[in-house]
Structures are given as C-alpha cells and as structure tokens.
C-alpha cells in the first residue's frame, strides 16, 4: 500500500493557488473577470498563470488585445480541473453537511443545569433541521482541540480571539427554603448568617456579600458547612432545607417565584463578573452560530425583563 505522504510526493502539481487562479481564468477566459472573483489584482492572475505554464513548459492561454484566449492545451487542462473541482467540491459539501446539521455547546453545570438545559428544546424545536449537543463542564473550552462550536462562561471578558457577547451581569444574594426560614424565627438579619448553616461557606462571594452588608467578617473561614462544587448543586441543596446559600437571582427565578426559595434579604451583590457566549471570532458567520447566538441572546433577554418586573 502507498502511504499518502508517498503519494503526495509523487505528484508534480502545480502550486494549488496558482491552479484555482487558472481554473476561474479559463471559466471566464477573462483575466480581469478572474481577478474580480478571487479578490486579487489583474496583474497577480497575470503572475499565476505564468507559474503554472512556467511549470508545464506550455501555453495554456493565447494573448490578443484586451482579451485572452484558451489554447487547445489548455481546454483540455482547463476540462479536467474543472471536473476535479467539482469533485472536491462534492467531497467537502458533505463535510459541510454534517457539520452544520450538529451545534456543540460546551457550558458551565451551573448555567447548563438550571437555565439552559431548560430551554434547549426551545431551539431544537425552531431549528428542527440541526441537532444540538451539551457539554455541561466548569473545564475552560479550548476551541483549538475541543468539538464545541460555541462556549458559555463566566468572567471579565475579552479574550483574545474570541469573539464575547455578554448574556448577563453576575449578581449573588443569600437563599434559603421557607421551611429553613421559618425554622430560624422568620426574619434573619445579615450578622445571623455567621452563626447559621451555610452551603458552601468557603466561597468568596460570602465575605464579599457580608461586608457590603456592613457585617464585620472575621478572617479565615466563615464556619464549617457543605462545600459543593457548583451552584447549581448550592440552589437544590438551599431548597432541601440544608442551610443559606449564596446564589445568583437569574438562575432561581422560576424558584423564587414559585416560592421553593426565598430571599431574606434585599441587598444584591456583584464582582464584576458575567456570563459571555464565545466562539472563535473567524466563525462568526458560520449559519448555526450566528442562528444560535441570536436566538440565545433573545431568550436571557426575556428572563432578564422577567426577573426585573418580579424584583
């Protein structure tokens, strides 16, 4: 068997951009047509063919005033680069295909499991013709070696070459079921949080909160408590009656409302964070990102307005 390195040595081809610039000059038989369509000059078409007829130690067109013309050799090559053409042309469509029919998007667990794999079906159903896959992973995505086409993170932003639309600002307060409140007399007040049962108690954003409440914090860890590792396990944990949690109002809004969790306190906290959709900025025109990003954008649009007239 001849391997394709071996094979590809064998070949005495032409440079590849010198071949496109002969095929779409001898489909026009017009050097300035060509020219127009490749984005280049007329003289760099110019400088191509002679490459190629250079190569082959033959004339492939014949120049007269103001025109070119196909000479018999070059019909015939012009023939058969043509119909490869096409055949590559077949070969990639089906790449092409199969590429566009599937979307892979690689999110955080905590926006994957209480915002987005909600609504997943909501885009399927508008784009019946594409597949969608969810990678829920708090693992960086690296677009040069992972399959997603587009990821969902938390952060600063920007990063360079990404292209970075922010979904949402990152805000977090504390939350607990009304059993758990109830349980505590009711009403607590912010200094009653470092004696209580917490969910997570080493997360910055506690000290954070707690000192914008005007709660002096003591160094070190606030108390013992569950640790968990994402908020989305913090949220049901909080809702079981575990203890307060400190969460952001977007994710738990169908919570809240339906009274699972309640917020004991008005105060709102943020770092500056938020959540960004990214995808490599050379794929921004791809169809299924583009599809995707505004469909996106339109739905944490929605729960955002929601969120504000519900307070």
């Given at each position: 068997?001849?391997?394709?390195?071996y094979?590809?040595?064998?070949?005495?081809?032409?440079?590849?951009?010198a071949v496109?610039?002969?095929?779409?000059?001898?489909?026009?038989?017009?050097?300035?047509?060509?020219?127009?369509?490749?984005?280049?000059?007329?003289?760099?078409?110019?400088?191509?063919?002679?490459?190629?007829?250079?190569?082959?130690g033959?004339?492939?067109?014949?120049?007269?005033?103001k025109?070119?013309?196909?000479?018999?050799?070059?019909?015939?090559?012009?023939?058969?680069?043509?119909r490869?053409f096409?055949?590559?042309?077949?070969?990639?469509?089906?790449v092409?295909?199969?590429?566009e029919?599937?979307?892979?998007?690689?999110?955080?667990?905590?926006?994957?499991?209480?915002?987005?794999?909600?609504?997943?079906?909501?885009?399927?159903?508008q784009?019946?013709?594409?597949?969608?896959?969810?990678?829920?992973?708090?693992?960086?995505?690296?677009?040069?070696?992972?399959?997603?086409?587009?990821g969902?993170r938390?952060?600063?932003?920007?990063w360079?070459?990404?292209?970075?639309?922010?979904?949402?600002?990152?805000d977090?307060?504390?939350?607990?079921?009304?059993?758990?409140?109830a349980?505590?007399?009711?009403?607590?007040?912010?200094?009653?949080?470092?004696?209580?049962?917490?969910?997570?108690?080493?997360?910055?954003?506690?000290?954070?909160?707690?000192?914008?409440?005007?709660?002096?914090?003591?160094?070190?860890?606030?108390?013992?408590?569950?640790?968990?590792?994402?908020?989305?396990?913090?949220?049901?944990?909080?809702?079981?009656?575990?203890?307060?949690a400190m969460?952001?109002?977007?994710?738990?809004?169908?919570d809240?409302?339906d009274?699972?969790?309640?917020?004991?306190?008005?105060?709102?906290?943020?770092?500056g964070?938020?959540?960004?959709?990214?995808?490599?900025?050379?794929?921004?025109?791809?169809?299924?990102?583009?599809?995707?990003?505004?469909?996106?954008?339109?739905?944490?649009?929605?729960?955002?307005?929601?969120?504000?007239?519900?307070?």
């Open positions: 068997m001849i391997s394709w390195a094979r590809s040595v064998m070949r005495r081809l032409p440079p590849m951009t496109r610039v002969f095929e779409a000059a001898a489909r026009h038989e017009n050097f300035t047509a060509a020219a127009r369509e490749l984005g280049m000059t007329q003289a760099a078409v110019s400088y191509q063919i002679g490459i190629i007829e250079d190569k082959l033959a004339a492939l067109f014949r120049r007269e005033k025109r070119v013309r196909l000479t018999e050799a070059g019909r015939r090559a012009a023939e058969q680069v043509t490869a096409d055949m590559m042309d077949v070969a990639f469509a089906g092409r295909a199969e590429n029919a599937m979307l892979t998007v690689s999110a955080s667990q905590t926006f994957a499991n209480t915002w987005f794999a909600w609504r997943l079906g909501v885009f399927q159903m784009h019946p013709e594409m597949a969608v896959r969810l990678i829920a992973t708090d693992a960086m995505v690296d677009f040069a070696t992972d399959e997603a086409d587009v969902v938390s952060g600063l932003g920007p360079p070459g990404l292209a970075a639309d922010l979904l949402f600002r990152v977090f307060t504390p939350m607990c079921s009304p059993a758990f409140l349980r505590h007399g009711g009403t607590i007040l912010p200094a009653d949080l470092l004696h209580l049962p917490l969910i997570s108690p080493q997360d910055e954003w506690w000290p954070w909160w707690l000192t914008e409440a005007g709660v002096d914090v003591p160094d070190g860890p606030i108390r013992p408590g569950i640790r968990l590792d994402a908020q989305s396990h913090e949220g049901n944990a909080a809702m079981a009656g575990q203890g307060v969460l952001t109002p977007f994710f738990w809004r169908n809240l409302a009274g699972r969790l309640v917020r004991p306190f008005a105060q709102i906290s943020s770092r964070y938020g959540y960004w959709l990214v995808y490599p900025e050379h794929r921004r025109s791809v169809p299924k990102i583009r599809r995707f990003r505004e469909w996106l954008l339109a739905e944490v649009a929605k729960d955002l307005a929601a969120l504000e007239r519900t307070g």
